[in-house]
């Protein structure tokens, strides 16, 4: 797991403090210290599970719990924590 539970809510305060905790330097704060990659935006990873991988799994997640389980933390890691990179994790995203 690559998050602290599953509270949305808690998850935005969590990516948004990890991106600003790595990313920025202690010496110069407005210089980047290394990259954060926010993954797996919007969607759903999976590596060889029931003869599944992400080669041939498309993600089938409904408007609802996009907006209001995936969404928050990927809006926090990008708008408020600032990060740098970004990854999909799906390769067709189904709505």
Request: aromatic letters at 8%.
């Amino acid at each position: 797991q690559e998050t602290p539970g599953e509270d949305p809510m808690l998850n935005a305060v969590y990516a948004e403090q990890f991106v600003k905790g790595f990313q920025m330097g202690k010496e110069d704060p407005s210089r980047l210290r290394v990259s954060a990659c926010c993954k797996h935006y919007q969607g759903y990873s999976l590596e060889a599970a029931d003869n599944v991988t992400r080669h041939n799994f498309d993600a089938i997640i409904s408007q609802q719990d996009l907006m209001d389980t995936y969404r928050p933390a990927f809006e926090a890691c990008i708008l408020l924590g600032k990060a740098t990179g970004l990854m999909s994790g799906a390769r067709k995203l189904m709505i």
